[in-house]
């Protein structure tokens, strides 16, 4: 069974900038969370997406957006990007995302704003 | 706030001995523990969970330990090996509503386990 599958792996974009992100999460799995990885930090909570609706989103400002297709494969976009949105950004696929169901993990897109 | 705390962030062990990472938290709403353990240039992977109702969870190296009063958990490696080098990640489950449950991370404890 294929992982999940962040593309692309790296990216750099220039400050203003827009960027979209892709993830495939694992077959079946419906569920799929964002997170921002920056340094010192821990993975801090985007959104989650599940059957193409968001059901949860983290305290991030309006300029982080993202959906979820019927084939649950999910984007994140960032409009007007600044510095500060520099980090690894990683995508989680669950089944439906329960409390005691774990989430798997992509390789994370590598963002660096200049 | 930051509801999920590891304090240490680094950690050296020899091997063979026994890996201690701890882990804090303040919502007494989370219900669910994780730990996931990252390489650099990779996700993290899970490793090990625990439910909020039990104290103890193990998987054959790897114990987690849960204090529930003292809102403390703790993930022991026994014995360690140098392939355990890794940043590893406590993360918490809360409901959020709609269906959805979140996980809260903490900062990230970095384990080196010299040989």
């Known amino acids: 069974k294929a992982g999940v599958t962040q593309t692309p792996r790296y990216l750099i974009k220039t400050r203003g900038q827009q960027v979209t992100l892709s993830c495939s999460p694992i077959s079946g799995h419906r569920s799929v969370s964002w997170y921002q990885q920056t340094p010192g930090q821990g993975l801090q909570f985007l959104f989650e997406y599940f059957s193409e609706t968001q059901r949860n989103k983290g305290n991030f400002p309006g300029r982080f957006s993202g959906r979820q297709f019927s084939n649950s494969r999910s984007e994140m976009n960032v409009s007007t990007l600044e510095l500060g949105d520099s980090a690894l950004y990683l995508c989680?696929?669950?089944?439906?995302?329960?409390?005691?169901?774990?989430?798997?993990f992509g390789q994370g897109t590598r963002l660096t704003v200049v | 706030d930051q509801q999920v705390k590891q304090n240490s962030p680094s950690l050296s062990v020899q091997e063979g001995r026994i890996s201690i990472l701890n882990c804090d938290y303040t919502?007494?709403?989370?219900?669910?523990f994780l730990w996931y353990k990252k390489y650099p240039a990779e996700g993290p992977t899970f490793l090990i969970s625990i439910s909020s109702i039990k104290d103890k969870n193990e998987d054959g190296r790897f114990t987690v330990f849960l204090n529930k009063s003292a809102k403390h958990l703790s993930l022991h490696i026994v014995p360690s090996q140098p392939g355990d080098s890794a940043v590893y990640f406590c993360?918490?489950?809360?409901?959020?509503?709609?269906?959805?449950?979140?996980?809260?991370f903490g900062k990230g404890t970095k384990l080196s386990v010299i040989p």
């Open positions: 993360a918490a489950s809360s409901y959020s509503g709609a269906g959805s449950y979140q996980l809260t």
């Open positions: 919502n007494s709403m989370f219900d669910y």
């Open positions: 989680a696929s669950s089944p439906v995302g329960g409390a005691s169901t774990e989430a798997f």
